[in-house]
T-cell receptor, first 117, second 115 residues
Framework: DTGVSQDPRHKITKRGQNVTFRCDPI?????LYWYRQTLGQGPEFLTY????????KSRLLSDRFSAERPKGSFSTLEIQRTEQGDSAMYLC???????????????FGQGTRLTVV | AQSVTQLGSHVSVSEGALVLLRCNYS??????LFWYVQYPNQGLQLLLK??????LVKGINGFEAEFKKSETSFHLTKPSAHMSDAAEYFC?????????????FGGGTRLMVKP
């Protein structure tokens, strides 16, 4: 297993265009997370899936953002009508499910860097 | 709600010197605590974590951190800096009562190591 894989690594798009990113988690990891990291800041949680169910979404996830995880495997994050403020690194992470009050480590991908011009 | 404050967005040390990166948190419940490292154009790698038990935790690459509940701190230290330690370091917290284990990160500290 090569870890969490994200594609593309870099994306430059014009303002107003739609973009879609893909994340392939570590196989058999039930949980998949999306975070956004703007320049000079720490990552911020966007949303997470357990299998195919999207269980939580941050208020940062405006209605222009949509994430899916069909069949509980890979996930896509789509941004519609991109704005310059969407320029950031989008990080994906995956983890197995642990028991109650048990932390299971999240493994991060290398991210997709989005530049909106 | 939880929050993390990392004092000092940039820290510079000489090779061989002590590394101290500060992290303070705010949480309504005793959190899980983490330190991650990020090299340029890379994802995040877990250095160490505190969930329960011993408050001094050891991680990879010679780093360690101590959970001090009374000070709401989780500072990261390494006795002797190496050039390869130059990177961005993030402190993070998680709510043990939240089944999703989502992480709340601090703003990061860029560590520079001078020869």
């Amino acid at each position: 297993d090569t870890g969490v894989s994200q594609d593309p690594r870099h994306k430059i798009t014009k303002r107003g265009q739609n973009v879609t990113f893909r994340c392939d988690p570590i196989s058999e990891h039930n949980r998949l997370y999306w975070y956004r990291q703007t320049l000079g800041q720490g990552p911020e949680f966007l949303t997470y899936f357990q299998n195919e169910a999207q269980l939580e979404k941050s208020r940062l996830l405006s209605d222009r953002f949509s994430a899916e995880r069909p069949k509980g495997s890979f996930s896509t994050l789509e941004i519609q009508r991109t704005e310059q403020g969407d320029s950031a690194m989008y990080l994906c992470a995956s983890s197995p499910i642990g028991g109650p009050r048990t932390y299971t480590e999240a493994f991060f991908g290398q991210g997709t860097r989005l530049t909106v011009v | 709600a939880q929050s993390v404050t990392q004092l000092g967005s940039h820290v510079s040390v000489s090779e061989g010197a002590l590394v101290l990166l500060r992290c303070n948190y705010s949480s309504s419940v005793p959190p899980y605590l983490f330190w991650y490292v990020q090299y340029p154009n890379q994802g995040l790698q877990l250095l160490l974590k505190y969930t329960t038990g011993a408050t001094l935790v050891k991680g990879i690459n010679g780093f360690e951190a101590e959970f001090k509940k009374s000070e709401t701190s989780f500072h990261l230290t390494k006795p002797s800096a190496h050039m390869s330690d130059a990177a961005e370091y993030f402190c993070a917290v998680s709510d043990p009562n939240n089944a999703g284990n989502m992480l709340t990160f601090g703003g990061g500290t860029r560590l520079m190591v001078k020869p």
